[in-house]
């Protein structure tokens, strides 16, 4: 199921909502563009998930300019990695489960939020976690690639389960250098 609306309700449930209005307000782009789609929590599904948020950012005819190939790059990076542990460490990856998937552009910003169902059967509710890693490690990457990315990033409840989600604003969508 896809759905697109122009503007809509605030996401993240902090601080953010306010710059979001202000943003939309002072960016001369008029609304956000809003793309909601869900799948099912599978491995293999993540694949669709990076090609409907790739066709969210493609050009439009309506104002917003089009991002360049490094900020889609980082954000099809960056939602891989959020669908993923959805599908390994919440009921989305278990039989019948979905992840809903929801990208809010503006003309220099994107924010992508990827939903889950909560925790498997007899695990505590947990929020991601960056890690410190270390050369040998093989897993356990994602959330450091989302703060190191990222503009800004964050997770709120969602039902019974959390709602992840990252900004990219166009001239922070490559690397940042330390």
Avoid: K
């Avoid at 599978?42 to 309506?62: K, N």
């Avoid at 703060?147 to 166009?170: C, K, M």
């Amino acid at each position: 199921m896809i759905t697109h609306s122009p503007s809509g309700g605030p996401v993240t449930g902090n601080t953010r909502r306010g710059e979001r209005r202000r943003h939309a307000q002072t960016c001369g782009c008029g609304q956000e563009d809003v793309h909601r789609a869900q799948f099912p929590g599978l491995e293999g599904r993540v694949r669709d998930v990076r090609a409907f948020v790739e066709t969210s950012l493609l050009p439009r005819q309506d104002g917003h300019a089009p991002f360049d190939d490094d900020l889609v790059d980082t954000a099809l990076l960056l939602v891989s990695e959020l669908a993923s542990n959805a599908v390994r460490h919440t009921r989305s990856g278990e039989p019948g489960g979905m992840l809903m998937v929801e990208v809010r552009r503006h003309a220099h910003e994107v924010t992508v939020e990827v939903c889950d169902q909560g925790p498997r059967e007899g695990q505590p509710p947990s929020r991601p976690v960056v890690r410190s890693l270390s050369l040998e490690t093989e897993y356990g990457r994602g959330m450091a690639l989302v703060d190191a990315l990222a503009t800004h990033w964050d997770v709120r409840r969602h039902g019974p389960g959390l709602a992840v989600w990252f900004t990219l604003t166009a001239s922070d969508a490559s690397p940042r250098r330390a």
